[in-house]
Nanobody, 124 residues
Framework: QVELAESGGGSVQIGGSLRLSCTVS???????MGWFRQPPGKGREGVAY???????KYTDSTAGRFTISKDDAKNILYLQMNSLKPEDTAIYYCAADPVPTIPTPLDGDEYKYWGQGTQVTVSS
């Protein structure tokens, strides 16, 4: 059984930065992992993805501002978010799937395990 727990959310001003963490418990060898978000009143969207080899993919709206990374020794997934905008306001979720790579990595339906989410609010 794999459990995910996000932390690091909060309120930040426009242009600010936050780093989200996702602590993974259980055996997650050769997993791929992703960050997703759900803005208020909208559906879930993929934000960033990292496969078991460390290859990454980002949605267009976050590329160049967000960086996904992982520390396999500590079983922690990170999302560094810079130059935050009001439209980044959302509940952010980490997700994992027990395969080394996913062909459609920003599709949340591909992931088996999910965290409970952490709120990020960007305002002026």
């Amino acid at each position: 059984q794999v459990e995910l727990a996000e932390s690091g959310g909060g309120s930040v001003q426009i242009g600010g930065s936050l780093r989200l963490s996702c602590t993974v418990s259980g055996d997650n060898n050769n997993f791929c992992m992703g960050w997703f978000r759900q803005p208020p009143g909208k559906g879930r969207e993929g934000v960033a993805y990292i496969d078991s080899d460390g290859k990454t993919k980002y949605t267009d709206s976050t590329a160049g501002r967000f960086t996904i990374s992982k520390d396999d020794a500590k079983n922690i997934l990170y999302l560094q978010m810079n130059s935050l905008k009001p439209e980044d306001t959302a509940i952010y979720y980490c997700a994992a799937d027990p395969v080394p790579t996913i062909p459609t990595p920003l599709d949340g339906d591909e992931y088996k395990y999910w965290g409970q989410g952490t709120q990020v609010t960007v305002s002026s």
